[in-house]
């Protein structure tokens, strides 16, 4: 071969390598950016779900996956209010044409529903049961192109234990009662007109009521025997209450009763209220029966039995009832709340109206 050949075939070669290398180079450097890039205008895809249920344990999970046609994040939140439902933000994202609402078996998730929140897309799930932190996961995955995967939401909720069977006795004898005098320590409650303060009032009923309860033979567990904190100093208000609610569950109690006095701006208002969260067939129940009771001992204003959803009535798994005494805010009623005959007077109340639900209840069985 000529040598003038020879030369322009290396030239030649040697323009080549370099564009291949420089090609590699760009690519390299447009790499980092393409994996950092802003999350904004991509879309949800198909959307997957199946339900499993372990062999050994029988723990039932549902795993959710979401297609998106680039890196997102995605968080969820428990909200339990009105119902339990998990929701999921995946920034920067809209549903695309062929994402719809999902009506599911309800074994674990009953329904998922999709909107736009913004830039963003808000995947609810309609809950059967109140789920815990530690009940779901909410992670991505990255794209796989060998295995013509694209990038991937998963969100997996686990089952929560289902409530226990209940099966009542008449009488209090060998009730199991969990007793919950509201507030304490560094929490006073409500502060009547006279600086009488609500922790003090309901632990004064209460240690009324257990007195009364194991006369009767059954056997009663306080949340709290003194003036002090459940959880314990700094505590959030979730921890405080869920704290409480675990006495009774880890002691496994027939009944929660959570005792309370009530507060209002105008000082006019006054009465006394039960409230329940309808989780079981008896909270309702439970809630009438010391309704009644405790307006026949303590003459004061009927303002019935009503559905609410605080904490500690919903997150315990046995009938459980809550109960406001009168009101603080009321200087009459701030003054009966105060007085020993009247503590006295509403904890014999609270004890009738176990009486009168666990009567009503063994009819049931």
């Known amino acids: 071969m000529p040598l003038l050949r020879k030369i322009v075939l290396l030239l030649m070669l040697t323009l080549l390598v370099t564009s291949w290398t420089g090609l590699y180079a760009a690519s390299a ?23 499993h249920t372990e062999a050994l344990t029988g723990a039932a999970k549902l795993r959710l996956v979401m297609d998106v046609s680039g890196p997102v994040k995605a968080s969820g939140v428990v909200v339990n209010a009105p119902t339990p ?9 809209t549903p695309g044409t062929g994402v719809s609402d999902l009506t599911l078996d309800g074994k674990v998730v009953e329904k998922v529903s999709f909107d736009v929140n913004g830039k963003d897309t808000t995947v609810t799930f309609d809950l059967p049961l109140k789920v815990e932190a530690g009940d779901y996961k ?21 089952k929560p234990l289902g409530l226990p069977d209940f099966s009542f006795t008449a009488g209090l004898k060998d009730k199991v009662i969990a007793i919950d005098p509201g507030h304490g320590g560094s929490d006073p409650g409500a502060i009547g007109p006279t600086r009488y303060q609500e922790k003090t009032a309901t632990l004064a009923v209460a240690q009324n009521v257990q007195d009364l309860l194991e006369k009767a033979g059954a056997r009663v567990i306080m949340t709290r025997q003194d003036d002090r904190d459940v959880f314990g100093p700094d505590a959030s208000d979730v921890e405080e209450l869920k704290a409480r609610s675990s006495v009774g569950n880890n002691r496994k109690a027939d009944i929660f009763l959570s005792i309370h006095a009530d507060s209002f701006s105008n000082p006019a208002a006054g009465g006394t209220t039960t409230y329940y969260y309808q989780k079981t067939l008896y909270d309702s129940m ?8 405790l307006v026949e001992a303590g003459d004061l204003q009927d303002r019935g039995a009503r559905t609410a959803n605080f904490y500690v009535i919903k997150r315990t798994q046995m009938p459980a009832a809550l109960v406001e005494l009168a009101f603080i805010s009321n200087p009459n009623e701030e003054k009966l709340l105060s007085s020993p005959g009247f503590q006295q007077k509403m904890a014999l109340g609270i004890v009738r109206g176990l009486e009168r639900f666990f009567d009503q209840a063994a009819k049931l069985n």
Not at 85 to 93: F, I
Not at 286 to 293: G, K
């Open 286 to 293: 439970l809630a009438e029966a010391l309704q009644t009771s």
């Open 29 to 51: 450097a447009i790499a980092p950016k393409q994996a950092v890039q802003s999350y904004g205008g991509l879309e949800l895809s198909q959307v997957r779900w199946a339900n």
């Open 85 to 93: 439902r998990l929701v999921v933000t995946v920034k920067g994202t």
């Open 138 to 158: 909410v992670f991505t995955l990255p794209s796989d192109a060998k295995a013509n995967r694209p990038f991937r939401v998963v969100v997996d909720i686990n």
